[in-house]
Each structure stands twice: as structure tokens, then as C-alpha cells.
């Protein structure tokens, strides 16, 4: 019995013009999926990265939460879905610092190596801190520090202490930002006190604290949901690459929506002059280099209004490098949302100086009273030198004075100041009114005279001569 070889007939794909056809079996590209982690470093920085997790839905998807501190009460207190990273056990013996920054640095130097394996394989890591505190100030340049030496994206995102907590915590704040700045591609910086122009006088105390929470959560989420969702203009790591990449930028990332007619313009209004930031894009303090902004709507979303939004962005610079994207959903009927991260420098504003006029120095010039005119005797000369010193008598009787040279022995001596002849500058001595009109009638005079002389005839005169 022979047997019959089955041969698998191969499918026959029918070619529609204008399109290319690809083989049914197609190895997919292996594509790498990007980890984002978010790590809150401190009580501060844990409180705001917990209520950030807790409004986010994407904790699935490449992104987690991390709290450090060495706090182990504060740790317990946090989300359900938040990691937590406990250090420092050996120097702060499960308590915190106690605002000593150097106690905190150090509890983060000697577990290094713990920090290190948190932040490795990580493409975007972003750290949340409350500066002003030990741990927050004290650990947060240490891992800005490691997240920089495995060339990791970094993004900071800070607050600044209250007014009422005093010099030195506004200090301390202050000394740890630049300690942060060489390790942090951007950082975005949010005073506390910012806050009290959102909130009324009956906003409780919980709430109020909360809604720099909510503000960050919703732009975090409207930045991860550019990147993880595919748009009808898509938005992809390498885009937020592009815009991230650098040393010590300023970052401003915002997200607002609106409805309604004037949905665009609104939307337009809340993400442009956002009251937390103390600089936007539409400041003189701050100059935009890059620019990433995202429109979100439902199929009702016009053209004209991508057009207005996009326009008015662009705008504040035209130099700058701009990446924008469009995605439609359903969900957002009759709804415009406006995601922004705009990156650049602080501009350092020169203070002009003050130039006052400067008088020159006026030359004094010798006063001297007009004198009458002295003929110089025989025994007064012009130029007469002072008179040679003549010794002292002593003041104790019967002790003979001898004799002192004064004249120089050598010829060729150089005079001393007493000695040197005293030049003073030609004055011209102006007359008085009377001796000018005597002056003129002199003249007169000799006048009537010549007269009196030409009035005689030539001949009488030779007469008179002879």
C-alpha cells in the first residue's frame, strides 16, 4: 500500500488595487513598552504620589508608584497600590529625621545599592518631593543622583514649603533645588502658598491640601494617556524624548477641559494661566524652547478649533520645537481637553544701573583783590627768597650756643619747598568807573590839544616855530 502524501493547498489572497498585501503569517515587531515609575520621596512627597495613584488607571500598564521614607508609620498609611521602599533603618531606627537634612542624605548614601536596583531598566522616572524636610531634601538629590548615572529620563516635581513654616524651611528648600538641578533633565516647581488662590475661606484644611494633589494627578494622567493611547495624530515616547531631554529645564505641564460653545477658549484660558506655577508660558520670566500639546475630543471636534488652539500655542514662540497630537473618544461628548508640557529657561532679568552724572572737578582758581599800584623799593625785590633760620637761644643759662652751617655745603642743592620762589599767575586788576572816566577825560584832553594845534594856519605856524 502506497501512501497518499497530503498536501497542504495554499491559500490564494486576492490582490485589491492600490493596496499592499501581506503574507497571513507576519512575525509582529517586538516593541518595547516603556516603564514610567513615579516615586515619592518623604512624607510630603509619599502623601501626593499616594493620591495620585489613587485617580490614575494606569497603574497596569508600565507605570507603578513608589514610596521611600524612613518613616515606617507614614508607610503604612499609604494606598493600597503604592510600593513601598523603606531605608535608613540602621540611623533613623524606623522614625524620620527630623528636618536634618545631612541624617537623611546619609540614611539614602549607605543603601545605595537598594536605590540603585529601584531605578534600573526605568525609561521615565519621576520624582515627587515636598522640599523644606529631612528626608524629602535630605534623600532627593541622592536618588536624582542614581536616576542620572543609569541615564534615566528624569522629571522632578516639587513643592515649596509655606510662608507661615518659617525662613528656615523656606532656606533649606531653597539650598536643595540647586543640589537637584544638575541631576534632573526638568523639574516643575509649585509653591504651597499658590494655593491660597484657588481655595475660599471655607475650604476645609483636607481639601485645600488636596488640590495641588488632584491639579498634579490630572496633568500626570493627561501626559501617560498621550503615550499609552494611539490618537488620530499620535504622541510617542520618542516625542516625549525629544521634549524632556536636557539639564535644569523648567517644565510647565497642565491639563484642562471645557464645554459648552466657547469650549476651545476656555480650555485655552485654564491651561495657559494655571495658579499654581509661578511662571507660565505667557510670562516674561520664562522662555519656551520645546512644546508638547495634546487636543482630546468626540467626533464633533472642528477643525477650526484644533486650528485657534494650535495658533495661540505656537505663538509664544515661533523658534521653538513643537509636537502636537489629536485623539478622539467617545466619551468626551461636547468636551475639548487640552494637555500641555512646555519646557525652556529662566530668564535672568538684568537690572539696569543707575548712572548719575558725575561733575568734573573745578579748578580753584586764586582770588586776589585788585590793589593799587606800588612802585618796588631798592630793598623789596619781586622775587625775594625767605630768610635763612637763625638758631634758637637755648632756654638754660650759662651754655654757650655754637654754631650751626646752615648754608648747604655743596653748590648744587635742590630747594625745599619753603625755599622755592612763589609765582603767582598775572592778574589783570580791572579799574573803577572813576578811574575810567578820568582815564577819559585825559584822553579828551589831549585831543583838544592836537585840535587846537591843526586849527592854526600852515604859515602862522612856521612863524610861531621861528
Known amino acids: 500500500m502506497v501512501k497518499k502524501s497530503k498536501k497542504k493547498a495554499k ?56 514610596v521611600a521614607n524612613t518613616d515606617r508609620q507614614a508607610l503604612k498609611k499609604l494606598a493600597k497600590g503604592v510600593k513601598r521602599f523603606l531605608f535608613g533603618q540602621d540611623q533613623t531606627r524606623g522614625l524620620g529625621s527630623g528636618m536634618n537634612t545631612k541624617l537623611g542624605e546619609l540614611a539614602a548614601r549607605k543603601e545605595i545599592e537598594r536605590i540603585k536596583k529601584l531605578s534600573k531598566g526605568v525609561d521615565l522616572c519621576i520624582l515627587v518631593a515636598s522640599l523644606g524636610g529631612g528626608v524629602g531634601s535630605g534623600a532627593g538629590p541622592v536618588f536624582a543622583e542614581v536616576s542620572r548615572q543609569l541615564k534615566n529620563i528624569t522629571f522632578g516635581i516639587f513643592t515649596l514649603p509655606f510662608r507661615f513654616e518659617g525662613k528656615k524651611k523656606a532656606r533649606i528648600a531653597n539650598l536643595t533645588l540647586e543640589k537637584l538641578k544638575p541631576n534632573l533633565n526638568t523639574l516643575a516647581i509649585i509653591p504651597n502658598e499658590k494655593i491660597f488662590q484657588i481655595i475660599d475661606k471655607k475650604t476645609f484644611l483636607r481639601e485645600a491640601l488636596s488640590q495641588i494633589n488632584k491639579i498634579l494627578a490630572e496633568s500626570l494622567a493627561g501626559l501617560i494617556e498621550i503615550i499609552d493611547r494611539p490618537g488620530l495624530i499620535n504622541i510617542d515616547w520618542a516625542d516625549l524624548k525629544t521634549i524632556l531631554e536636557g539639564k535644569e529645564r523648567l517644565a510647565y505641564l497642565v491639563t484642562a477641559q471645557a464645554d459648552g460653545q466657547n469650549r476651545a477658549e476656555e480650555a485655552l484660558k485654564k491651561v495657559l494661566k494655571n495658579p499654581l506655577y509661578p511662571y507660565s508660558i505667557q510670562g516674561s520670566s520664562f522662555l519656551t524652547e520645546r512644546i508638547l500639546f495634546n487636543i482630546t475630543g468626540n467626533r464633533d471636534l472642528r477643525m477650526v478649533e484644533v486650528e485657534e488652539i494650535s495658533k495661540t500655542i505656537a505663538d509664544f514662540n515661533k523658534k521653538a520645537k513643537i509636537i502636537f497630537g489629536i485623539s478622539c473618544f467617545p466619551k468626551f461628548k461636547n468636551k475639548i481637553k487640552i494637555t500641555l508640557l512646555a519646557t525652556g529657561r529662566e530668564k535672568k532679568i538684568r537690572q539696569r544701573k543707575k548712572f548719575t552724572l558725575r561733575r568734573r572737578p573745578q579748578k580753584t582758581r586764586l582770588k586776589i583783590k585788585p590793589q593799587t599800584k606800588v612802585k618796588p623799593t631798592k630793598k623789596s625785590t619781586p622775587q625775594s627768597q625767605p630768610k635763612t633760620p637763625t638758631p634758637q637761644k637755648l632756654k638754660k643759662p650759662g651754655v654757650p650756643l655754637k654754631k650751626i652751617d646752615i648754608q648747604p655745603k655743596s653748590k648744587k642743592t635742590i630747594p625745599t619747598p619753603l625755599e622755592r620762589p612763589i609765582i603767582l599767575p598775572e592778574v589783570k586788576i580791572r579799574r573803577s568807573a572813576l578811574q575810567i572816566k578820568k582815564a577819559a577825560k585825559e584822553v579828551e584832553e589831549e585831543l583838544l590839544k592836537q585840535e587846537r594845534v591843526w586849527e592854526v594856519p600852515a604859515f602862522l605856524r612856521r612863524k610861531r616855530n621861528k
Open 11 to 66: 491559500k490564494t489572497i486576492k490582490k485589491i488595487p492600490g493596496q499592499e498585501v501581506l503574507p497571513p503569517k507576519v512575525e509582529e515587531e517586538k516593541i518595547k513598552k516603556i516603564k514610567i515609575r513615579v516615586i515619592g520621596i518623604g512624607g510630603g512627597g509619599g502623601s501626593i504620589v499616594s493620591e495620585i495613584s489613587k485617580n490614575l488607571a494606569f497603574s497596569k500598564k508600565g507605570i507603578d508608584f513608589v
